[in-house]
Structures are given as structure tokens and as C-alpha cells.
């Protein structure tokens, strides 16, 4: 990458060093680079197709602009996919909104959340399956039957880019409460998975709600890494059986906790965590 014609391409821009996150498409892939810009308020892309960014922006709300050939454009990622580009060399793609810098660390207590009588997953379930789904700059996760989202809020802000699929409608409103609470973008959709179309293929996919059938379409996705939740003991073996024969190497713990509350232990149900790693 060209130092000097970076330091040209934000000035021209208006951008300082360290309002931006840089990626080099070249280095990285193309894939890491879309899912930086998916997860960050201001990505510049050095070496990435302008048409095949802004195809895998769709759901995204950002804008982009493009140095091409030492052209300025600015363009909706809808005008970028189809538009001809002789000699692209930067993109900058900017959020509609603004996420500051996140601070903190992770599995963060319930109340940092908004959620329904308690319907939510634990710091205690989110530590572990946080630590299986590995969420990082450059990778994308599912968070499916995400409820009130705590654990794709909390993947988002690990640097991940997310999707959360919850067919509840209030809920959704809660997950973008809580995405905009925690300075973070998640992406919504409000849909049964089985309803949901043409969602890009995820890294890691965490499965919070919903039976065997679930984890099967999940498991069809071919994601690197799968991560269930549930305090149902019937739904155990059916979805640990669903990611064995879709050749994951299964893994799990029930997670029995009692917190320290004014002095006495008050236990927890008892929630069971099965995490597939895809076989290579």
C-alpha cells in the first residue's frame, strides 16, 4: 500500500489517521476487509472491487466513496455494484451513524441490558460461548434467535460483525437499543431464520433459541463455528446429534452458576452449551 497516496486519499476525504479503521483487501482478503466495514462507523479499503464491496454492504446502511483512477466519487453502495470502475485504488464507507470507541470488558452484567423478565443470556453463558464463537475484527457472526441480542451486542463490541435474526418484534427493538446503548452496529432481521433470505455466510453462528431443526439450518450454512445455548434438557442430544452429522466435533457443558447476592448464593437454572467446530 502506498503511504503517501493513502495520506492524499484522506485529506481529499477529510479524514485523519485515527478517525478511520485501515484494511489492505490485498493482505487480509476481501471477505475480512467487508466485514470490517461491516462492523466499524469508517473503514478505508485499499485493494478490494468497489462493486463486490458494496454487494456485500446490502442490509448495511453505509455510503461509500471511491478514489478511482484519482477520482473522487461518492456513491450509495446500490449505484457502486453496478457502476463501471476503470482503476479503483481506495474506498472509504462510512456508517449512517457514528460508534465510538468501545470500552470495557466482555460477558458484562445482565442489567447492562434491556430484557424481558430475565430473558436473557447470562454473563456466565456469554463468557463461554463468547470464548467458542472467537468474535474478532474481520469475521461474521450470526446470532440467531437473538432475543434481546446481549450476545451479538457482545461480539459486535469484540470487533465482530453481526447479524441478529429474532422473529419477535419487540425483541428487535430491544437488540437495537442494545446495539446502540453499547456504541455498536448490528444488523436486524426480523424473521424466522428458515424466512430469512440471502443472509452472507457467517463464521460463527450462535444458536440462543429455537429446537433441532434450528441447528440443522445453522449447521447447513457451513460455518467455521457453532455455538447452542439451552436450558431445555429434551433439545440437548437432537441438536448436538443435528451438528454431528453435518461433521462438526461436538463439545459441551452445563453451566450451573450461584451468584453472591447480599450475602447468600442464589443458583441459577441450569443451561446447557454445546459448541460444533466444522471438521477440515
Not at 33 to 39: G, K, Q
Amino acid at each position: 500500500m502506498d503511504v503517501a497516496a493513502l495520506h492524499g486519499f484522506l485529506t481529499a476525504t477529510g479524514r485523519s489517521w485515527d478517525s478511520v479503521t485501515v484494511v489492505d483487501a490485498a493482505v487480509v482478503g476481501a471477505r475480512h476487509a467487508l466485514n470490517v466495514c461491516r462492523a466499524r462507523s469508517a473503514v478505508v479499503v485499499h485493494g478490494a472491487d468497489p462493486a463486490e464491496l458494496a454487494a456485500g454492504l446490502a442490509g448495511w446502511r453505509r455510503s461509500l466513496t471511491v478514489s478511482d483512477g484519482g477520482e473522487l466519487s461518492s456513491v450509495d453502495p446500490a449505484d457502486a455494484v453496478v457502476r463501471r470502475w476503470s482503476a479503483p485504488d481506495f474506498v472509504l464507507c462510512v456508517a449512517e451513524n457514528a460508534f465510538p470507541p468501545v470500552s470495557g470488558g466482555w460477558a458484562l452484567p445482565d442489567d447492562d441490558f434491556a430484557h424481558r423478565d430475565g430473558m436473557v443470556a447470562t454473563a456466565e453463558v456469554r463468557a463461554l460461548a463468547l470464548s467458542r464463537l472467537a468474535p474478532r475484527p474481520g469475521v461474521l457472526v450470526w446470532d440467531v434467535g437473538a432475543g434481546p441480542g446481549a450476545v451479538g451486542v457482545e461480539c459486535a463490541r469484540l470487533g465482530a460483525a453481526v447479524i441478529a435474526v429474532e422473529q419477535d418484534p419487540v425483541q428487535c427493538v430491544r437488540i437495537i437499543a442494545n446495539a446502540s446503548a453499547h456504541g455498536v452496529d448490528v444488523r436486524v432481521v426480523e424473521s424466522p431464520l428458515a424466512e430469512a433470505a440471502d443472509l452472507p455466510r457467517p463464521d460463527a453462528v450462535f444458536v440462543g433459541g429455537g429446537g433441532a431443526d434450528v441447528v440443522r439450518q445453522c449447521a447447513r450454512v457451513g460455518a467455521g463455528r457453532i455455538v447452542v445455548a439451552t436450558a431445555d434438557l429434551d433439545r440437548v442430544l437432537p441438536a448436538r446429534d443435528a451438528l454431528v452429522r453435518a461433521g462438526y466435533e461436538v463439545e459441551g457443558s452445563q453451566l450451573s452458576a450461584a451468584r453472591l447476592t447480599g450475602g447468600t448464593l442464589l443458583a441459577a437454572n441450569p443451561v446447557t452449551v454445546l459448541w460444533g467446530t466444522r471438521k477440515s
